[in-house]
């Protein structure tokens, strides 16, 4: 019975057709009857949470979470997403366009491109705010497609037929353009080049294709970039995509023998030679199938979660997931290093909790 | 049996698959386009019918009444190069220029002519193809001889402007792009039998004649058989109109129609009446018809060269019987055994109906069905205007020259009008109105206007045809399909509503023939052996082994062995001998030979002894571009069959199913559908419906035009700023370069229940998705301005803005560059000023100086946008040009960039439409455990009463095309299979089903079911809410009734109408109906006098009530009623009807 109540609680079976136990079980007294409390408590937190780091790099890390609750894991996900600031392409003055990308469009093409600058030098720029070296990065870009005259005086070589980011360059002392209406498009007091030190302002990537021209045409422009969340627009979303997923278990429930181990080796793990994660033992009808990674591969799980459905099948084996343990991914877009993203996130997380503890 | 005594090493040998005989296809399309049937009925016009229309005996010379020596002879007519003259230099034109400056692309026609100039006969010859005299100009299909278009490569294209991808076959008149769509006939000159309403058997023919059009009918009542036409006011019975052709004795009649008893037995009656009604002579039946010609005033022949005067009553009978009835068979010099043979055979057609019943004919079947395409419809019109233009001249030399002194000589050729041809063409073809007096026919609606709201919608408007049939008609056979339309329409395109079944599409391969010379192959008929009828007697007509032979429904004779004369007939065809669009083929007892055109027709694989002639030899030669689809043909490896042929073949789908008395192989069988039902992936696994709807709605999809639809100036056109190939393709998307010009984005799909806010089809988007550009579009619209001219020399102009008003942006100016022109680039809200025109006060008397006049003499004419309110706009382009005719227009092009918003219609291809009801953001959406959020997510109740399966493949497909990264087939009758498919999808780690667990973005638990999930392309149709939306609490009223305007654009009210009505009564809400209906409508009030109950009125100023009619000031009272009311009562007293309100209380 009590095994039972213990698979619900930790785990979601993943059946051919259907997920068991999905729901957490949050309130405390949902045990009493058996005796048993759990209600949320910080210390059997401190216990038993744990953060592995697994893989990190620039742009991606992936660790993972233990002892903790779905809704934790995506209070994280969803602040990741949505709630930490970076720093985006917000207005772009056209002072010429001629290219076949319409300003809207391009400014929108624009507004996607990855800024290298740390929000936190930064602060947000609210309605009616003067744009200044603390809440505006000023980014221009002249490019104009033309054939290169030879020394001799021929034409040559198109020049600049594609346009990629790093045509953008950074202008620390503000807008260049020309006041109009007797008024500046930015009021900075001092150089940018002082609030962010030796860091040099730009585009994350140089790589990306913003407009082709033809000779001719010719692409003039600023860009204001201010410091957003992803809530208001996807392009201030630190990351490309950021997720969890449960730890996969694979359990033998019944000892696979004899000619079922050949079939279960045969449908789950005989696809591919590097594929390790079950073995046999004994000859013969002794023949026993035996885990050796019980978390499975990206492959297997879901080969041993088809084999779950077929007829016979689901007494014998089981594939559940952890409840309290994820395998947690962030994939930056680059401006951000992903450790400093899910420090942010947290950061903002416990900013929340205490606004709600100040307002009981 | 068979395979007993065949070669035993061909029993052995594994049936040959010729792999890539889809390969045919592109060679096929390469050679002949997308919409060849246009271009080659355009080119058979312009290069052989226009010659044949000026060589015809009516129309080759005009002559005067009172000058016998003088003449004018038509020798030859060319058509030139599409050219414009202006300014005295004519130049050369392209379609975009065309399109651009609103002018119509023609070309000069040029005739070379003799004629009589005073004593001496002049010649105008042609020098370098250009023909002596310009006589009008035609306008010029896109892409066909004479078009600057043809043979040219994407990069010639592309320099003069035009789309590689764009198919052609449609005319641009005065800078809108016209379609000629096919009409659908019953097949002329052709016998067909049928059941008349009274359930009697009867034969017609309706001939047709380039002079004549006129049907005839041959009717059985009560077992007599009588000849019925127009001209005779009675029925004839037809033994009198067969011995009124010469045909006096019985037994030859009776021969020449069958002397079978069976057949002998039915004739009995009609001879008896014959008998009864004494006539036993030629001259006898000729009396007897004379007396039942219907009088007309005018005389029916009162052609040229027929002089009617002294024509006795018998004489016309006889000439209505060589020229009226039965137009289409020959009469030479009154030699009538033709049309005797003719009459006699159907009378033999409507005896074997009778004692057979499935020998009537099937009007619907498509066999007896002919299309009209864009060069039969202009040689009618042309041929009109070629008639009236030479009306015209006899008339003027008529008029000169019966006058005595003339100061200069006359010159014909002065006095050619080129107008009456130019005009013609353009008005109708602008217009769509077909009106050839000849024929009597008038028909509205035969051109429109080119879509061009997507690449497909273009082109599923080339292959459109229209039925000449009422749409209000509750019919059903007509619009069914037909199972003799099979490869050649296309079973799935076709509207909803009352136009369903038809309009019709072209299947893919399907071709239209043009007309083919009659003479060689009347020649070779009697080559091979068939006896012409003035060899045989009457008795030698009907053997039981021969049959007769047929060539465009009139009779050439008698062959002994009909399956080997049309067995050699057609390896004649294949050989290359005759036209490859001739067809043979047997029917009861006849050999049908058919050269007329349009014939619908599809090229198959020919088959022989069970082998497919084409080998794998050939396809790979065709690979390496040795070989082309036309050499295939030259060499009879492949041919055309039309619908009639066809019945006499046996065509194996697949290389499998051939056996001995297989004669054709299939080239590949999704060639049957046609271009808009061939973008769906995976159709076969549809319910035939959905396809019906995604064929409506891929031409609502919003995507690339046309690769130069940013230099096009159209009034509205819709763009996705981000279109997409689609992962899962079909063979048919890559032949007519839908994956160049695509209509679409892939979206990744979860097929869940979300929110809530997708059911009754409504869809839940992915916010993120929509910022990083998902469904972005761009509505361009077009305001164009005039700049016109007056007969007082004086002008329109165009003047800047004051200094003042620019600096202001809330003033209407503030857009307005120096030229008084909108600026480029600029936002423009409704109200502003796009062109700042001024036109002269006085447009019509003479001015002193009109190029010069002072400002005072002008007034502001300003245009301004007029837009939603609250909306604005992008300037995107200016254009400033003029047309050939000079006048000056400014076209101003105005874009406005959308992303998607609650209402906007999406649509898969599969049918499934449906409207955006709800965006949500991205941390809210389920997400798999690879990261992947959906884009947006679509209720499961989409599918169970829908049954599109192929959306599911489609699913898998695109699933498994990301993980392999390859695009997928889908085509129909083949494709990638499931299983294939499952495979990819198992050995990338997903599951086989393409249900993927989601943890929900909300909880972030996991989802209790795995979701389907994966991508599938995505349509965004035109319809978006902001065009749409409306609401009004207050509005302008309609003058008449002075109750609300209707209609979103004159910003209208909401109606309460009937129903809501009823639901108001029943529930016994009165006051609010009265509030609806009268108070917040068109509340009056009304002044009745109480004595004679008529209106009253009230004194504006002493506020006095009054009756006009009883002078009483009294007893008038006051009430309120719809304005409506009051308006229907003085109605009536104007048409002498009083209605009088009797009041109760006053």
Known sequence: ?360 | MDCLTRDPSKITAPIATLEDKYELLPAFLKVRGLVRQHIDSFNYLVNEEIKKIIHAKANERVTCDSDPNFYLKYTNIHVGRPSVEEDYVVEEITPQQCRLRDMTYAAPITVDVEYTRGKEIVTRQAKNGVGGVVIGRIPLMLRSSRCVLTGKNEDELARLGECPLDPGGYFIVKGVEKVILIQEQLSKNRIIIEVDAKGEIGASVTSSTHERKSKTNIVVKHGKFYLRHNTFADDIPIMIVLKAMGLESDQEAVQMIGSEPAYAMLLGPTLQECQAAGVFTTQQALEYCANKVRVVKTHMTNRPGVRNFGRSRVDEARDILAGVVLAHVPVTSYDFRQKCAYISIMVRRILNAMLDPTQIDDKDYYGNKRLELAGQLIALLFEDCFKRLNADLKRQADAVLSKANRATQFDILKCIRQDTLSNGLEHAISSGNWTVKRFRMERKGVTQVLSRLSFISALGMMTRITSQFEKTRKVSGPRALQPSQWGMLCPSDTPEGESCGLVKNLALMTHVTTDDEEEPLRRLAHALGVEPLTWLNAGEMHSPSGAHVLMNGSLLGVHAQPEAFSHAFRKLRRAGRIGEFVSVYTADGCVYISSDGGRVCRPLIIIERGEPLLTQEHLDELKDGHRTFNDFLREGLVEYLDVNEENNSYIALYEDEVNDETTHLEIEPFTLLGVCAGIIPYPHHNQSPRNTYQCAMGKQAMGNIAFNQLNRMDTLMYLLVYPQKPIVKTKTIELIGYDRLGAGQNATIAVMSYSGYDIEDAIVMNRASLDRGFGRCTVLRKYSAQVKKYSNRTMDRIVGPKDDHRANQNSRHHLLDDDGIAAVGGRIKPGDIYVNKQTPVNTRDPMANPHAMPDTMYRSNPLSYKGPAGESAIVDKVLLTMTDEGQFNIKTLVRQTRRPEVGDKFSSRHGQKGVCGIILDQEDFPFSERGITPDLIMNPHGFPSRMTVGKMIELLGGKAGLESGRFHDGTAFGGDTVEAIQQTLVESGYSYKGKDMLHCGITGEALEVNVFMGPVYYQKLKHMVQDKMHARARGPRVVLTRQPTEGRARDGGLRLGEMERDCLIGYGASQLILERLMISSDQFEAQVCTKCGLLGFQHHITRRNACTLCKTEAEVATLKLPYACKLLFQELQSMNIAPRLSLTEA
């Not at chain 1, 990308?101 to 600058?117: C, M, N, Q, T």
């Open chain 1, 1 to 360: 019975m009590l095994e039972r109540l213990e698979e619900q609680r930790h785990y979601v079976r993943a059946g051919a057709e259907h997920n068991a136990n999905v729901n957490e079980v949050a309130y405390g007294g949902a045990y009493a009857s058996v005796g048993k409390d759990f209600a949320f408590s910080a210390e059997r937190f401190r216990e038993t949470f744990a953060l592995t780091l697994t893989t990190s790099d620039e742009e991606r890390c992936v660790f993972e979470l233990e002892g903790c609750s779905p809704a934790f894991a995506n209070a994280f996900r969803r602040i990741i997403l949505s709630e930490v600031p970076t720093m985006a392409i917000e207005k772009v003055f056209v002072v010429n366009n001629t290219s076949v990308v319409a300003d809207e469009v391009f400014a929108h093409r624009l507004g996607l491109v990855p800024i290298k600058a740390d929000p936190a030098m930064f602060e947000y720029r609210g309605e009616g705010d003067a744009a200044n070296e603390t809440n505006t990065i000023v980014l221009k870009m002249h490019v104009r497609c033309h054939k290169e005259r030879n020394p001799d005086g021929t034409l040559g070589e198109v020049v600049n037929r594609s346009v990629y980011s790093n045509a953008l360059t950074w202008c620390p002392e503000g807008s260049q353009l020309p006041e109009e209406n007797g008024a500046k498009y930015s009021d900075f007091k001092r150089s940018q080049k002082e609030v962010v030190g030796d860091q040099e302002l730009g585009c994350v990537h140089d790589d990306i294709l913003l407009v082709k021209l033809a000779p001719g045409q010719e692409v003039e422009l600023e860009c204001h970039c201010v410091k957003g969340i992803g809530q208001e627009h996807a392009k201030w979303s630190p990351v490309g995509t950021c997720w969890y997923k449960m730890v996969p278990e694979i359990t033998i429930l019944e000892p696979i023998t004899g000619a079922d181990a050949d079939e279960f080796m045969k449908k789950c793990a005989n696809f591919s030679e590097t594929h390790k994660c079950y073995a046999c033992e004994g000859k013969g009808d002794k023949k026993t199938v035996k885990v050796v990674e019980s978390r499975g591969c990206d492959f297997c799980v879901e080969r041993v979660r088809e084999l779950t459905g077929e007829p016979g099948w689901a007494d014998k084996i089981a594939v559940r997931k952890r409840k309290d343990h994820f395998i947690f991914t962030i994939e930056t877009i680059g401006q951000m290093a992903p450790g400093t993203i899910f420090k942010e996130a947290v950061k903002i997380l416990a900013s929340k909790a205490q606004n709600v503890l100040s307002t009981l």
